[in-house]
């Protein structure tokens, strides 16, 4: 059986259509990272999609341009017999926590997050002490959902 969805968007006479902006990205390392002595952000030096030139790749951090609703996904792999202790940070704020356990060997660690942002936010992750993430397992990517009516 095939669905078929059919999306109606009506303007009335005088309105403006305005299309949504294209804000997306994903990103990766490209070496193992910790164990660390102290809290730290993770840098994410291997970038695949950079869509509206939101994630600052200098920082590692996304930096909000368009006020709005944002998805973030974190998927943290630890190094082995290593405990990834992982925080998604909003403004200097911990706010989602991921666990990779040690004792399962490779502990593996995911979180997803909703966020309403306003312009000038900051999202990345932060690697708590005593954590260690793999490379290029160790992933972080965010998108626009809508933009905030103004």
Same mark, same amino acid.
């Given at each position: 059986m095939t669905c078929i969805f059919?999306? @109606?968007?009506i303007i009335f006479p005088g309105e403006k259509c305005v299309p949504t902006p294209k804000i997306a990205f994903f990103v990766t390392r490209t070496s193992r990272?910790?164990?660390?002595q102290q809290d730290t952000n993770i840098e994410f030096d291997k970038v695949f999609l950079n869509q509206g030139q939101s994630f600052d790749e200098?920082?590692?951090?996304? @930096?909000?341009k368009i006020n709005g609703t944002y998805v973030f996904n974190a998927h943290m792999l630890g190094q082995e017999n290593q405990n990834a202790f992982v925080m998604i940070m909003l403004n200097e704020q911990p706010r989602i926590p991921l666990h990779g356990d040690k004792r399962s060997?490779?502990?593996v660690a995911s979180n997803t997050v909703i966020f309403q942002l306003v312009e000038g936010d900051k999202v990345y992750l932060r690697l708590k002490k005593d954590s260690a993430i793999s490379n290029d397992?160790?992933?972080f990517s965010g998108y626009l959902?809508?933009?905030?009516?103004?």
């Open positions: 059919i999306h @109606v968007v990272f910790g164990p660390v200098h920082a590692s951090q996304f @930096v909000c060997g490779f502990g397992s160790s992933t959902i809508y933009v905030d009516d103004p």
